[in-house]
Each structure stands twice: as C-alpha cells, then as structure tokens.
C-alpha cells in the first residue's frame, strides 16, 4: 500500500481535532463522515452498525436525502451479494477494501446490488473499512461510494485514519455516558461562576483541543493551561475533562438530529437476473 505524501500527512492531522472534538454518539457519525469525506472525495458516504445477532443494519448517509431513504432497504435484501462484506464476515479483515478488489465493473454491474442500490445512486464502486469488530456480535465501519474506483492513494488515507476513528468513536460513546450522568442543576450554575479565560478554555476543551492546542490557541503556556483545567474541573465539581464538555454542551441544549435508518439484512431476496 502506498505511504501518504507529505502533503496528505498534513490534511489528515488538520482534521484530526475535529474528529476528536467531544459529541454524543448519536451524533458522532455524521460529523466522522464529514470530515472522511474531505480527505477522500466521494458522491456518499456512509457509516454503518451491523447487529449480528439480530440480522440488522443501523446507517447514517451523507448527504441524507429520500432517494437513499428508499433505496435503502434494498440494499438489505441483497447485501449477500456484497463482496467486501462477504469476506469481512469470513475473515475479519479490517482494511480497506474496494469492491473492484474483488469482481471487476462488468460482473458487479449483473447483480442485484448494482441495480436495485447502486445504480440508482449513480455509484460504480465502494471503498470500505471496518474500525470496531466484536465477532459474531457486531460490525461498525465507513464506506466511500462513487462513480469511479478509489486510489491506491486514496486507501492509504483510509487505512491510515481507521485506528483514529475508532478511537474517536470510543469517545463519542464515553462521552454520551458522562452527559448522561451529568447535568444537574447545580453542576450546570457553576458555569456561571467560571471566569472568562475558564469559559474559553472549557470551549477549546468541548472542541478536543489539547493543553498544547489551547496553549497556543491562547497565546500562553501549557503549564498555564494546566492550572486553569485543575481549578476549571474544580468550580464545574467535575473530574475529568469529559465532564466538563459533557456540562457545556448540557448548557447549550445540545442534542442528536442525525437522521438514521434501520434496515434488516438477515432475510435476502432471490438473485437479481
């Protein structure tokens, strides 16, 4: 596999801080599929949850529009038609795989995923990666969709930001976690009572700066910033700095808008012919 250039090295940790930014789970898809999508161009992208357990398939789209909402089911029907997602089942794998890996555009243009989802969409190729595997349990991976097939290049971004995106998406759940266990009224006055450098500094925080980012963020030191996060935890009564950007974002009225949708993937329909 290709090593990234200089220059892509840069793009992707550029993005890494937004990716790493605190937000609910509920909402961590879209913005992780967002920030994919400016490192490797494509007409769709989407994140997917696959139960193994129960046969189903939770999926956030982007851009979500109802043309995608409706053929989304079909998708289901014929997922075993999937070859990347065939052999992830078989073995595993968690690298990045096109399904031009595996049957060239003639064959996969026979199937029934082709016509019934793809086609549609105006998609010829899929560029995926699983970064959460919990075998015979559940499945949680990205997948790039577009009209034309995806680069050496272009796989090398996204085997080099898989191991980032579980990480964040390990977060975004423990984040969801402190939000919920957080936010009383009397945790949430103490917001109130910070000082301005304190409230600036719990926003760097919200949007995963680290004390060296916020340092130079506010043109002072990182002992500086570290003193200020030891007395900010300790005004909010909170211990990590989870909590703290859980309270913020209680404070602001955060909460999820992403539009998902559930598809059942273990009943699939005969061969397309």
């Known amino acids: 596999m290709e090593k990234l250039s200089s220059a892509d090295s840069e793009r992707l940790l550029a993005a890494l801080p937004k990716l790493y930014a605190f937000c609910p789970a509920e909402d961590f898809p879209r913005r992780m599929a ?33 043309i995608y909402d409706q053929l989304a089911p079909a998708f289901g029907q ?19 795989l096109a399904i031009s890996d595996f049957v060239p555009p003639s064959v996969f243009r026979r199937t029934g995923l082709y016509n019934e989802f793809f086609r549609p969409l105006g998609l010829m190729d899929q560029l995926s990666t699983t970064f959460i595997s919990v075998p015979g349990v559940r499945l949680v991976a990205l997948a790039l969709n577009r009209g034309a097939a995806f680069t ?86 909170v211990e990590t700095r989870l909590g703290a950007a859980s309270l913020l974002l209680k404070s602001n009225g955060g909460g999820s808008t992403t539009p998902w949708w559930t598809i059942d993937v273990s009943k699939p329909r005969a061969p397309h012919t």
Do not use: W
Request: hydrophobic share 35%; proline share 4%; aromatic share 4%.
């Open 152 to 237: 050496e290049r272009e796989r090398a971004m996204v085997e080099t930001l898989r191991p980032h995106l579980a990480v964040a998406h390990l977060n975004s759940t423990r984040f969801s976690q402190a939000l919920n266990s957080t936010g009383d009224p009397e945790s949430l006055d103490r917001l109130a009572r910070l000082t301005d450098r304190q409230y600036e500094l719990l926003q760097l925080i919200g949007a995963g700066y680290t004390n060296a980012q916020a340092a130079e963020a506010l043109g002072i030191r990182v002992g500086t910033v570290k003193k200020h996060v030891e007395h900010l935890l300790e005004r909010l009564g």
């Open 34 to 66: 967002k920030i994919a999508s400016r490192l490797v161009p494509c007409d769709h992208i989407s994140y997917n949850e696959v139960d193994l357990r129960q046969g189903t398939m939770r999926a956030v789209a982007e851009p979500h529009d109802e």
């Open 78 to 96: 014929f997922m075993h038609q999937h070859p990347v997602i065939q052999h992830v089942a078989q073995t595993g794998s968690r690298a990045p």
